[in-house]
């Protein structure tokens, strides 16, 4: 086994977006390669949420897998659901309150799937709060995989830096607790082939990397090229674009506005350019549908801006929390009458940051909007 895909699963609210970036960032750090992916419902509380960390120490991996190798559930949803991606031989970690008796058939019992109940509400009861429930079930995968849990515990550190030290303190409590827990268990998966050059690897990618995606890839382009204004008004999944550029904006000189709504984003990039500064705004395909006879007025007054469309899935709004790559000719044929544009698509973290960046050169070398297309996957 050279890679491993892991997925946390359970309710809205419960902190498994946050497990993943934490599990992400801290494989990361320790020399993996590593791909996390979100599936969130639009729920606040409740539904069902999961998220996906696959990595390896062997090999670049560029995008997720289907099928899962262990499921850390924390209601009977995140086993049920995820019954037909389970590889051969993986493993269900799941409460031991949780009853998944009627779920476990005899093709999965061939199939060498190992279902695992532990003490997780005990042990959260123990802890104090549920707020450490996504570090418990870290330090759990940790204690499974045999992951050295240093590195999750420098992110947790650098991301509780400003909650006090007794936040800190807990966190690394219930994560030293999770990595007891899987000690004491039968089941252990086997990693050995993973790890078999993992101080080599790690030696050869020494160097800090950034765990991106493709929001704050295309941010750092438009910062790097030189960009003084922003107008956004938030859809998802373009949202993150505003935030991480507001976040940004005292210390890179950057005037960034949350405006009323898309038509004024757009009219006020177009009068950000006119004016003479590399000005951006970011939409999804629902809000781009109001910015079209701004976009025609760029095209007619042959003003340079840039415009993030972030794809989800159509019609109208759509749904905001599912990916889709459908709105390419929306964009193309934006607005009436004819005018010159570039559309810019790429097609992974890497690209999102080089045409993040290229976007805005092309827009002043041709005094043209130019338009950059990505999705929420």
């Known amino acids: 086994m050279t890679t491993l895909n892991i997925l ?3 309710p809205a609210g419960s902190g498994i977006e946050s497990a993943g970036q934490i599990l992400g960032q801290a494989l990361n750090r320790s020399g993996a390669s590593v791909v996390v992916t979100n599936e969130i419902m639009s729920q606040i509380r409740g539904g069902h949420n999961f998220n996906k960390v696959r990595f390896s120490y062997e090999e670049n ?3 997720h897998e289907w099928d899962v190798d262990i499921v850390m559930a924390l209601d ?3 086993v049920s659901e995820h019954l037909d991606e389970i590889k051969d031989g993986g493993l269900f970690v799941f409460d031991e309150g949780i009853n ?11 199939r060498g799937i190992e279902f695992l109940p532990i003490k997780l509400e005990a042990t959260i009861k123990e802890l104090g709060s549920d707020i450490y429930k996504n570090v418990l079930m870290i330090g759990i995968i940790l204690g499974l995989t045999g992951i050295d849990p240093i590195f999750v515990e420098k992110v947790i550190k650098d991301k509780f830096g ?4 007794e936040i800190i303190e807990n966190n690394l409590k219930a994560l030293k607790k999770g990595v007891e827990m899987a000690g004491r268990q039968r089941f252990q998966i086997s990693m050995k082939d993973a790890f078999t050059n993992k101080d080599a690897h790690t030696q050869k990618n020494s160097s800090v990397k ?5 929001n704050d890839a295309v941010c750092l382009g438009a910062v790097k090229s030189g960009c003084k204004f922003v107008a956004e008004y938030p859809m998802t999944p373009s949202s993150s674009v505003l935030h991480t550029m507001a976040s940004w904006a005292k210390s890179h000189g950057i005037v960034v506005k949350h405006a009323e709504d898309e038509i004024a984003a757009m009219n006020m990039i177009v009068g950000a350019g ?8 970011a939409t999804s395909g629902g809000g781009f549908a109001l910015m079209t006879e701004a976009c025609g007025m760029a095209g007619c007054s042959e003003t340079p801006c840039v415009v993030v469309e972030a794809m989800r899935a159509g019609p109208s709004t759509g749904l905001p929390t599912k990916t889709e790559q459908g709105d390419l000719r929306q964009v193309l044929h934006a607005s009436q009458g004819e005018y010159p544009r570039l559309v810019m698509v790429p097609g992974d973290v890497k690209e999102c940051f080089e045409m993040g960046f290229s976007a805005f050169n092309y827009a002043e070398k041709y005094q043209i909007p130019v338009f950059v297309l990505t999705d929420k996957y």
């Open 100 to 110: 998944v008796d009627d779920l476990i058939s005899d093709d999965l019992k061939t």
């Open 76 to 78: 009977r949803m995140s």
């Open 210 to 214: 950034m765990l991106l995606n493709g």
């Open 162 to 165: 400003n909650k006090g030290a």
């Open 61 to 63: 991996v560029f995008a």
């Open 8 to 10: 946390i699963g359970g």
């Open 274 to 281: 006119f004016a003479g500064a590399r000005a951006m705004t």
